[in-house]
Structures are given as structure tokens and as C-alpha cells.
């Protein structure tokens, strides 16, 4: 087998005025996440995962903050974009595991509808994607509430 791991990070920090997208999904929040496109800290974190498992690049060149092309573009859009690209280069993918650390919002309620989101964008079962939920116990940027931060891993399968 031809399998291949990719890890990917980010962070943004909160800005009012704007709304939280997460996952793919519109979260209730007091304020959302500043960045050009809609600053969805989750998929970014999927997006570098999945691109480096292929070694397509990473976000910021795939998609650079100096192109307002995507300039508040839905990241769900960018990440159709990034499997698209890697299915078409022979990839399958098998798995995601992804951990978002915030002290709020908390995403217990919405980790189902992330998850269906996501799993349909990347055309993967269910159970092939997790989003796991975890605060910083009140420590660090996350902990003061100033900003959202996502971890994710993906595993890629070549096509036989």
C-alpha cells in the first residue's frame, strides 16, 4: 500500500463583528474569527492536513491572503477545491482526526453537524472523520478566550 500522513495547525484570533464559521457550520457566538477568507480555524487545519499528506502545497500557498480572489471566501469552498486537486492526483482519503481547543463556544452541540459537513465535502464516511473538542483548563491565548486554534491528520490512500 502507498499511504501517505499529512498534519496540519492553525489559529485565528477573535474579532467582533464577524461571524463564527467552524467546520462548515454557522456557530452561535458573541463574535467570530478574524482572517481574509472566513476563518474557519477547522477546516484550515483539514486543508493543510490533506495537503501535505499529498504534497500539493500548504494554505497559504494554495490560497495566499494577498489574492482577493478568496477574500472572505467560505472555506468549504477551498477545501472542495483541495480534494478535488488530490482525488484527481490519484488519492484517496481515509481518514481525518482533528482536535479544535477553545475555551468557548463549545462545540459538543455542533461536533455531529462539523462531521456530516465535512464528511460530505471530502466524500467520506462518518466514521472515517472525528472532531474532538478540548479547552487549554483556562491556560495560554485559548484559554483568555482570545482566539480558536485546530489540529488535524489526515491519512491518504493512492488509488491502485
Known sequence: MNLRIGSGFDVHRFEEGRELWLGGILIENHTGLAGHSDADVLIHAVI????????????????????????????????????????????????VDSTVVCETPKISRYKLKMREKLAEIMQIPLDSLMIKGK?????????????????????????S
Open 135 to 159: 479547552t487549554t483548563e483556562k491556560l495560554g491565548f485559548a484559554g483568555r478566550k482570545e482566539g480558536i486554534a485546530a489540529f488535524a491528520t489526515a491519512l491518504l490512500e493512492k488509488k
Open 48 to 95: 493543510d492536513a490533506l495537503s501535505g499528506a499529498a504534497a500539493i502545497g500548504d494554505i497559504g500557498e494554495l490560497f495566499p491572503d494577498t489574492d482577493n480572489a478568496f477574500k472572505n471566501i467560505r472555506s468549504t469552498i477551498l477545501l472542495e477545491k483541495v480534494v478535488s486537486e488530490i482525488t484527481s492526483r490519484g488519492w484517496l482519503i481515509v481518514n
